[in-house]
């Protein structure tokens, strides 16, 4: 019940995102995804995922983006509308239900190796840090150069 | 669990894709991609649950960092361009176009 309510705030809230008039809606709509993306990692035994989707991707990345579009205050003009109307793009979610039909039919078919119970507390940090520390460290230090990056291309002014 | 979760990674994925091709706000095609992202990284959970292995875990925190990048720039880009051209309307930043 607590993850198909999950799964259905998710998929809404997605489709918010692109069918919603106004940018600060569909940046609202983003952060309830988020929200909802980051309740079902955790439902999956993923806490650590869950907690960086939420702070990151959440509180980062959503609320820089509803920043930025509060800052920008834009017309409708401004804005831009939709090539496709929404009905038609619509096929796009009906191609991507079809796709994910025969997506779920071949992974039942495929052999998958046992799984475990549940994967253990902690050891996705213990993988990411110790496996996977070049890639988190490049990710960082990436993540660095495109602030200050950001700090200083915005104060030119035009 | 990790087969629903595959399914909702997947629709996610589409849905995002299909709002950066439909709406024409540089803006809103932002969200779209970051809502691509969040499909991206359900996916990777959905498969370390089915597997039963912790680096897909591993590389989803990597995904979200490389996903919160692409946000930054993407902004930036935006502000950058609406200082500029006074317009984030994708359809009236036509400049690479012959």
Do not use: K, Y
């Amino acid at each position: 019940m607590f993850i198909g309510t999950l799964v259905v705030i998710a998929l809404l809230s997605a489709a918010g995102v692109v069918a919603l008039e106004a940018p600060v809606r569909s940046a609202l709509a983003l952060l309830l995804c988020v929200l909802a993306v980051g309740g079902l990692a955790w439902a999956g035994d993923a806490p650590e995922v869950a907690g960086l989707v939420l702070w990151v991707l959440g509180a980062g990345v959503g609320l820089l983006l509803l920043t930025t579009i509060l800052l920008l205050n834009l017309t409708p003009d401004e804005v831009g509308g939709r090539r496709l109307s929404v009905r038609r793009s619509l096929s796009l979610v009906v191609l991507a239900w079809t796709g994910a039909g025969a997506t779920a039919i071949v992974l039942e078919s495929a052999p998958v190796r046992a799984a475990q119970a549940a994967i253990p507390r902690g050891t996705a940090a213990r993988a990411a840090l110790e496996d996977h520390g070049i890639v988190l460290a490049l990710a960082f230090l990436s993540l660095v150069v495109a602030v200050v990056g950001a700090l200083l291309v915005a104060r030119r002014r035009a | 669990m990790g087969s629903a979760l595959l399914l909702v990674g997947t629709l996610l994925f589409f849905l995002g894709l299909g709002g950066a091709m439909v709406r024409r706000s540089l803006l809103v095609a932002l969200l779209s991609v970051q809502v691509s992202v969040l499909g991206g990284v359900t996916t990777f959970v959905a498969f370390a649950i089915l597997r039963g292995d912790p680096d897909g875990l591993a590389r989803a925190i990597a995904v979200i960092f490389l996903a919160t990048v692409h946000a930054v720039l993407g902004a930036t880009v935006t502000i950058v361009v609406f200082r500029r051209r006074s317009t984030v309307n994708l359809d009236e930043l036509r400049e690479l176009r012959g």
